[in-house]
């Protein structure tokens, strides 16, 4: 059986790949679009392998039980899954038909050519197409992994210019998302969600619900999960309006207002030794923090912290789901058809062949936001109503304050360089609440779901235990890759804190990489080394080299001289075994203390590049997503609830903030992919904090670099 | 119920619809143009933006009432996918989009924006796209799409 997950689950050529359809090659996947651009991605990979069209090739979009089950699209592993995958599987797939075609063509298998899915023979005119070929072989076999690819030299797809799947249906509006799906006796449905987490539904105005029957509008009330639901989408969004204010919530506590940098500090926690490959220990006792012989060496200790994030997706999470009284079908736009499959199967107790989920794009999740829970919510309702098709669309307000947040984290580091510059211990102890509470099969996935803990027979809440997995959550990226002593690291998984929190795009490598990084940054200055010297003085790994001497030539390149700018970088391997990226930042701070960013650069190595677009565009979206992160984002609460329930309570970076983009991506023609989805996160927070501290003379170190917090930094010093 | 009366991409269009519905369902609901999208029903996003009289809108506050007798253009009244609009030709060969959902409103500003003028301002430019907000990061992609046909350069 394959090592590789994604093979081992579906382990035939036929799994991935179908020609049933004249013409057309059909990919199956279990990987789905989210923006990231995958489908275009594997798309070419087949086009490359089989010199097919890319236009005569289509990505499905996962559905259970017809496509691979490939778990979550996470992790930036699409590439590492999927796209080798499939790669494999059309290799695969080319060695059995050019031996068919070699036959009926009657010429020796090296003599033919192959393009616009056809094999020739060369200097006749004879000609067979795969769909031809196809009565005669068979693709149920498994998936040669030793197979022989395409030799780089010989591309001719991958990499061109191109317009992306579903590009142009998107600029003119005929993208069908989740939000605009239309089915034959469909209702629209709204929740009406209580103030906060921690109420119950005490009383409904019983005059309100009777009117609106009256008025045809459904109401579900299962437990304190209310919804209302009619054909008519404005009349829900009315309705939901009125049971709102019918509704009568009792609130069974509140949320702390307690600083929760406090509460992340002093709350229970797992604490637990990070080892050698970033792995915790659930036996190695954590050492004592080291005594620094501070003749000998210099010290540094400093606290840097990312408050909560939201994934704050433009379009709120929606759900669609029919019932018939026996089987239900579920519309989602979340990352894993799968365990939301489990989840539902789980929750209402039906066999798994009576559901199946469908993925159908949506707005962007960046990670687990709400569009599991809205999923759920469609199906609750529609169990409710059977016969109706339910599109369940969250309000802007749900979407804010009931999504899984990204959590806050503290990352405290002690770190020394001796009298060479040469970094001499390392400690780095990161608290924060968990990064997955993703449902998960076989681990009780319907407790994961918001709504589980509302409805009639309510679940408990989940309590995630601590990821212990190389780079899992918590600890992903604490691990660097410059030559040290042996550095102690601690994972702090902190329990009861005030915010139900899960997996936003890169987990804990943001708050990690930003605190690593700066604190490189720290250690540089003091032993007067420019920052690019000091990390390349630590660096062995000849990729990371490569990847920062790059970035230090295109920015001495490009900076000019001005007294105003301040510059800095940031660097990480993501979980240490994706991208490497380099970044580098110039900016300046206006005198109402607000940073304005004016060059990004960008380096990256992701191995073998299909798509250079695709990754240009996930480096230059992860950049601005990161800054945006770093400079305006905290969620804000109190002890009634999430303050932060729109744009104006939660700003994000609009269009007069965006850099000059200046990106490099370094070319490696048949090594293994390295998914580049998330690698540009850390390093940008970094990078901004040291510019921010090349520019001011400040070194900010609580996000975000708003002008409070500037501010607070400026009378501290 | 009342009557409404809309031009939408140059089609005359009676709808039958409650008088406070606003413009937005009415399009994707009554009449079947869904590329305009319900970001945050605060005219916060922009996701909702259509042109009105030529005007980048909002229309997920307004009632489609307050619309009678105008002229509304959706992003599918500008072109389709095999013949698309000069703006949608470079956003798409740019390929600004990743998710897409905030798109169709950024198309609706830009090209009431090249009406008025091909050769914006960069403040022109910034004010025109401050309305609307992105979250996957693809300001910089439609910045240089925006600039691509401000110069000119052949689609």
């Not at chain 1, 230090?552 to 510059?567: F, K, L, P």
Request: hydrophobic share 40%.
């Amino acid at each position: 059986m394959s090592k590789h997950s994604s093979l081992s689950n579906s382990p035939k050529v036929s799994d991935w790949l179908d020609f049933s359809s004249f013409g057309r090659l059909i990919l199956h996947t279990g990987k789905v679009d989210i923006g990231q651009r995958i489908t275009t991605a594997l798309a070419l990979i087949a086009a490359e392998e089989l010199s097919i069209p890319f236009d005569d090739i289509t990505v499905r979009k996962t559905r259970t039980d017809i496509d691979p089950n490939e778990g979550y699209t996470a992790g930036s592993f699409s590439m590492q899954h999927s796209g080798y995958a499939i790669k494999k599987a059309t290799a695969t797939a080319r060695h059995i038909f050019a031996k068919k075609a070699s036959e009926k063509l009657n010429v020796a298998e090296e003599k033919l050519e192959v393009s616009d899915g056809q094999f020739r023979a060369a200097r006749t005119n004879q000609s067979v197409t795969y769909w031809e070929l196809m009565s005669d072989i068979s693709l149920d076999v498994d998936v040669d992994e030793e197979v022989e690819t395409k030799n780089p030299a010989d591309y001719t797809s991958q990499n061109k210019p191109h317009i992306a799947k579903g590009m142009a249906e998107i600029m003119t509006g005929r993208y069908q998302f989740l939000h605009d799906l239309k089915l034959d006796n469909m209702l629209h449905a709204r929740i009406i969600r209580p103030p906060h987490y921690h109420c119950e539904l005490e009383s409904l105005d019983s005059d309100v619900l009777s009117r609106l029957k009256q008025e045809n509008v459904y109401l579900v009330q299962d437990g304190s999960f209310l919804a209302v639901a009619a054909l008519q989408e404005y009349h829900v969004v009315k309705a939901a309006r009125r049971v709102s204010l019918a509704a009568k919530w009792k609130s069974v506590k509140q949320l702390s207002e307690e600083n929760i940098y406090s509460l992340l500090t002093s709350n229970y926690k797992d604490s637990f030794f990070v080892e050698k490959g970033c792995i915790p220990s659930a036996t190695r006792k954590i050492p004592e923090l080291e005594q620094i012989d501070e003749d000998k060496n210099y010290k540094i200790i400093a606290t840097y912290r990312k408050p909560y994030h939201m994934h704050a997706s433009i379009g709120p999470s929606a759900g669609c789901a029919r019932f018939d009284g026996d089987g239900l079908m579920v519309w989602t736009h979340n990352q894993g058809v799968y365990p939301l499959r489990a989840a539902i199967t789980e929750a209402f107790d039906m066999p798994i062949d009576k559901v199946s989920v469908q993925f159908v794009p949506g707005a962007g999740v960046y990670g687990h936001n709400g569009a599991d829970d809205a999923a759920f919510d469609a199906a609750i309702i529609a169990r409710h109503i059977p016969g109706h098709p339910i599109l369940l669309k969250w309000t802007r307000d749900d979407e804010h304050s009931w999504e899984p947040y990204g959590s806050a984290m503290q990352c405290e580091i002690q770190a020394s360089i001796d009298k060479n510059g040469n970094i001499s211990s390392w400690s780095h102890e990161t608290f924060a609440d968990t990064f997955l509470t993703r449902p998960i099969t076989g681990k009780q996935p319907a407790t994961r779901m918001v709504s589980a803990h509302y409805i009639k027979d309510a679940l408990p809440w989940p309590v995630a235990e601590p990821m212990m997995v190389p780079h899992g959550g918590i600890h992903r990226n604490m691990e660097m890759l410059y030559e040290m002593p042996q550095p102690r690291l601690v994972k702090n998984r902190v329990y009861d804190l005030p915010l139900r929190t899960s997996a936003l795009r890169t987990l804990g490598a943001y708050g990690n990489v930003f605190a690593n990084e700066s604190m490189i940054n720290e250690l540089a200055e003091i032993a007067k080394l420019d920052p690019f010297t000091f990390r390349l003085q630590h660096l062995k790994d000849e990729r990371a080299i490569a990847v920062l001497s790059k970035l230090q030539r295109v920015m001495e390149d490009q900076i000019r001289d001005d007294e105003q700018y301040g510059h800095g970088i940031g660097f990480a391997r993501y979980k240490n075994s994706a991208a490497y990226c380099a970044i580098g930042v110039s900016l300046s701070v206006n005198e109402a203390a607000e940073v304005k960013l004016h060059d990004a650069y960008i380096v990256c190595d992701a191995g073998e590049i299909v798509d250079s677009e695709g990754v240009r565009a996930q480096l230059e979206g992860g950049f601005i997503q990161a800054a945006s992160w770093t400079l305006y984002e905290q969620v804000l609460y109190e002890r009634d609830g999430i303050v932060s329930r729109d744009w104006d309570t939660y700003p994000i970076i609009t269009f007069d903030n965006i850099p000059q983009m200046h990106t490099y991506i370094i070319v490696n023609p048949g090594m293994p992919y390295l998914g580049a989805g998330e690698g540009a996160a850390g390093p940008t927070a970094a990078a901004i904090g040291n510019a921010l501290k090349d520019a001011t003379g400040l070194r900010v170190r609580e996000m975000p670099f708003n002008p409070d917090k500037i501010m607070a930094a400026a009378l501290e010093e | 119920m009342k009557e409404i009366n809309l031009s939408v991409n140059g089609n005359h269009v009676l709808v039958d619809t409650d008088p406070d519905t606003p413009l937005i369902y009415v399009l994707r609901n009554d009449l079947d143009y869904t590329g305009a999208k319900l970001g945050c029903a605060l005219e916060q996003c922009g996701a909702c933006i259509v042109l009105v009289e030529g005007e980048p809108t909002n229309s997920c506050v307004r009632a489609a009432a307050e619309f009678e007798g105008m002229h509304i253009e959706t992003v599918e009244g500008f072109g389709s996918p095999d013949k698309m609009s000069e703006v949608q030709q470079v956003f798409a060969e740019e390929n600004v989009a990743q998710c897409g959902y905030c798109t169709a409103g950024i198309v609706c500003s830009v090209t009431a924006m090249f009406r008025k003028t091909r050769n914006p301002s960069d403040e022109q430019i910034k004010e025109t796209l401050n309305r609307h907000l992105c979250r996957c990061g693809s300001h910089s992609r439609i910045l240089d799409a925006v600039n691509r046909i401000r110069l000119g350069e052949k689609v």
